[in-house]
């Protein structure tokens, strides 16, 4: 039992990547001329949604646990709000194989954060465990970006902030989540709060810049996008249930294997060809045995 109880968590923290890829992939598969924008605000509309229902028919509500909410509803503002709008911001300027590896540096920020202020503990070996998941993810990740490649000589250095901005809001979204999931909050509707928080300001900011009248997609593209707002309403509940059960350091790292999830899913749904260079082949490598180490040697 207590080895269940051990791997459980572990578990959860992988199958929330995977529900994140799923929802990258839909989106890569299904989006055919509706913007990165149409994207964002439908999947978060759906997260809402799904996510409201399931919590007021499984779990008790009660609105003056309101306050316990905070923690999630600032996270919510954090991620994936602030970091995929630095994400998509320094895509444009930088290239997409810029910033992915800059912005998968997450996981350390989250580390170190938890080191600080949360009073956890990582062995060397669990250290060591969590930079070759955040080094296989970036080799992995950047992959990703290979076609459309731009030179850092040729941008402004101070562009480089963005995607920065971005792994530093991924990070402190999750310390908010680790600090507010353990107040008691259950991983529902924790989930529930942070996808409204991350709507809420998204749809301000639409409606202040007059973004909405660019918000459309075909009826094709409207399936793959509640698809896609299901799975990318599961990730965080699982995440929750993971951080419910183990220390934010083991957690944080396993949570950030996405890239290898969306590589292995589309070679097998899109027969996606050549993506095993000897690059991805090194990432995958090195995610996998930092995966091993953190979670056999992660805490002290």
Known sequence: MDELNATLPIGLALLSSVMFALTFLLVRVGVKSASSATALWITL???VLFLWVWSLLTQEVHLRDWWQWRY???????APLLGRLFQFQGMARLGANITTPLTLTHPVISVIL???????RITPLGFLGALLVVMGSVAVGAEGGRNDTRSLARVPRRYLLLPAA???????SIVLRKVGI???????TAAAVTCTSSWLFATLYFLLSGSFASIRCSRNEFGYFVLAGVFSALGPVLLYAALQHQDLVV???LAS???LFVLLMSYIFLRADEIFTRQVIA???ATVSGVVLVTAYGLA
């Open 45 to 47: 509309s759906i997260n």
């Open 72 to 78: 999630f509803f600032l996270s919510g503002m954090f």
């Open 114 to 120: 938890a080191i600080a202020f949360l009073d956890e």
């Open 166 to 172: 971005a792994a530093l809001s991924y990070g402190i």
């Open 182 to 188: 353990d107040i008691g909050a259950d991983p529902i």
């Open 251 to 253: 957690v944080a790292p």
């Open 257 to 259: 294997t996405t890239p």
């Open 283 to 285: 990432g995958t490598v």
